[in-house]
Structure formats: C-alpha cells, structure tokens
C-alpha cells in the first residue's frame, strides 16, 4: 500500500514536472495518484450538514462560542458523516440526495439490518440537532396561539413545563434528551430519550428537544447540567416551535 502509494506519488511527481516542461499546467485531478485519495474520502452525501440559522456566538453568554463550534461542526457534523458513511455499505438501500432524515426514522424497519443500528444512532443524531439549532435562537421568545394554550390545557402552562422539563433533564441518566412531543393523538407529552433516539422512533412528533449530553453544556457549565438547562430558557425560540405546532396539527 505505502509503496504503491510512494510510486504513485513519483509517477504523479514525474508527469508534472514533465506537463511544466511542456507548458502545460499540471492536471493533478485527473493524475492517477488522485485516485486512491480520493476513494479514501468519506462520502459527502446524501445528507449534509445545515448550517447555524444564525452566528456561532449569538446564544452568547448562555451558550459559549466554542461549545457551538464543537457541537455544530464536531458532534452535529459527525453524525451527519457517520450516518453517510453507514448508508454508503448499502448501496442498494437508496436514499435520495435531499431526503429527509426524518423518513428514514419513521421508517427503520425499512433499513438494512446491518446498518440498522447506525441509522438510528447517527440519523437520531443528524435529526435530533438540526432540530435544536432551530428551536434556539438570540433572543428568546414566548409560546403564541394556539400552541400556547395548548401548553397551558394540557401541561399546566409555560412555567410549569420548564418546571417539568428541568426535573426531567436532572433525571437522565448519561446521555439523552427531554422533549416536548405530540403523541399519537396529537397531545402535547414531555419525555426522555435515551443517547440520540429521536421520538419519531415511537411515533411521536417532536416540537422541542433539550439535548442534555454532556458536549452540549461542559465546556461552560462543567458538571452543572441544571444551570446550563435555566440559561437555555433565556433564548428559547417559541416563535418557531408555536409555529411547528401549528403545522403538526394541520398535518
Ligand atoms: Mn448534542
């Protein structure tokens, strides 16, 4: 392997020096050294990471810079890689450029065996973040319409949801999340997952998740999880999930 690839580097090293002498430039992506370079790469679809929906910093100072770019670009792109990386073993399990990762969830029985379990892991991962980046933004919001007293019905209101949600929080055990969930009959339920299990999973609609994995609050909060999750209150985007609520239940 090594040598095959040290040839290849003097064959490509060679025609180079030979293309300049001749005055051409140099066609370094269609040289044959190119080749097992690029076979090594991870593949770069279907799924691709989304950007923030706003700067690294704007959840300043409830969420740090640094803990952003980690999560977003390590934790975030990582799964997003991973699950590619997974689904290019099958390739005969099609998955479409542009397809939602949400589907693949509701559907895993549909997966390959062999893969199934990355799927879940890394697809949970890919839905469960590109859900929480939305659901936070710089300045924090309150629940509206119809969503708002929905909450209030059905889960005794704002202030005690985040009661609820805390004490949930506190009680995961290692890494997971607490959600607020539409269930089957499109009631308003706050639950717990464990590791990156999305909710659609068990056929309930996800509104609003807080991860509560250590990479989401250590790097500023250390051990603290209950202060990271009374900060995360402050820049709640309820616009967007009173907004996601209506949607779910026109759907
Ligand atoms: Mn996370």
Do not use: C
Request: net charge neutral; hydrophobic share 45%; proline share 6%.
């Amino acid at each position: 392997m090594l040598t095959t690839r040290r040839q290849a580097l003097k064959t490509l090293t060679a025609a180079a020096i030979a293309s300049t002498a001749l005055g051409k430039i140099p066609a370094f992506a269609q040289a044959p050294a190119a080749a097992p370079a690029a076979a090594a790469k991870a593949p770069t679809g279907p799924f691709t990471l989304p950007p923030l929906p706003y700067a690294y910093d704007a959840l300043e100072p409830h969420i740090d810079t640094e803990t952003m770019h980690l999560h977003h670009d390590k934790h975030h792109g990582g799964y997003v890689n991973k699950l590619n990386e997974a689904l290019a073993k099958e390739p005969t399990f099609v998955v479409a450029p542009g397809s939602n990762v949400d589907e693949l969830l509701k559907n895993l029985a549909a997966v390959p065996e062999s893969i199934r379990t990355a799927v879940r892991n890394q697809g949970g991962g890919h839905s469960n973040h590109s859900l929480f980046w939305q659901t936070l933004a710089a300045k924090g919001s309150a629940p509206t319409g119809a969503f708002a007293k929905a909450l209030e019905a059905e889960l005794g209101g704002l202030e005690k949801f985040k009661e609820t949600a805390a004490k949930a929080g506190a009680g995961v055990f290692g890494s997971g999340w607490v959600w607020l969930v539409l269930d089957g009959s499109k009631k308003l339920v706050v639950l717990t997952q464990p590791n990156q299990d999305s909710p659609l999973l068990e056929g309930h609609y996800p509104l609003f998740g807080i991860d509560v994995w250590e990479h989401a609050y250590y790097l500023k909060y250390h051990n603290l999880r209950a202060d990271y999750i009374t900060a995360l209150w402050n820049i709640v985007n309820w616009d967007f999930i009173s907004q996601r609520y209506d949607a779910a239940m026109k759907a």
